[in-house]
């Protein structure tokens, strides 16, 4: 594990053995642009997430297309950080684990079941929503770099009800029997995001999840394109042909967008390198009615 202060990026020499875990970490950290310590503090821990969040954004392209989502970790890594894309939960906190874990962070992930814009009373909905719990002098913390728009902006303490402000929302974790229920305030308003269980599941139950998210016809990321970035100043937030930016001050700006338009925000604003196979998808996204 890594443990030391490593004030540079590195490449590892290629001696023809199996890479150990720390390898990809250099790729990594230039990937979000992160040159600060290495070392399981909440300082680092913080850092790091910030950084994730505003560098590498929350996107479901490949299930809109139809080209399925692999979460194996050479998938992941050669996905998020070779060619530069984005990706949904069990891809953005699949990856943000296993950084954590080698750079020496007690880390292990959660599952739970999304309750977004949802009625208390609603049914139960599939486990669909993987999170981080990071474990530091005994206290445990939430730690989400995975949930589009409403990603939490840092890690969140599960020990405590209180609400926890940050540069944006408020959120508070509050304990239900085995569950967190994680909910942000929102013009005004506490609003569910998730209920996450207490016990770390097998792999398995990622795969179904994961399938089920990409791939049944119930799950939003087939029909709508969904992309969102959050940084230290306002969060974006693409849905078909609307953009939404929130700014820290509480200002909000929506536009509509044609295909056109579309493409030059998902590079410019969500920093994806646009592809041509996706033209299809986006110009479906132009013509898309949104409600609410």
Known sequence: MLHQPAATPFEPEDSGAEAPAEAFLPRYFARIGYRGPVAPTMEVLAALHAAHIAAIPFEAIDA????GIDIGADA???????????GYCFEQNGLFLRVLQAIGFAAEG???RVRWML?????PTPRTHMVVRVTLDRRPWLVDVGFGAAVPPRPLAMDSEDAQPTRHESY???RHGAEWQVAARIDAKWRTLYRIENVAPPAIDYEIGNWYTSAHPDSHFRYQLIAARTTAEARYGLRDNRLTTRLTDGRI????LTADEIERVLS???????QHHWRPAIERAATAEIAG
């Not at 809109?64 to 080209?67: D, I, K, N, Q, V």
């Not at 992941?76 to 984005?86: F, N, P, S, T, Y």
């Open 64 to 67: 809109l297309t139809g080209a």
């Open 76 to 86: 992941i890594d050669a996905k998020l950080i070779g060619q530069r894309r984005g």
């Open 110 to 112: 959660l599952i739970g």
């Open 119 to 123: 009625p208390d009373d609603a049914p």
């Open 172 to 174: 508070r974790v509050v």
């Open 253 to 256: 700006d929506r536009r509509y």
């Open 268 to 274: 410019e604003i969500f920093h994806l390198a646009v």
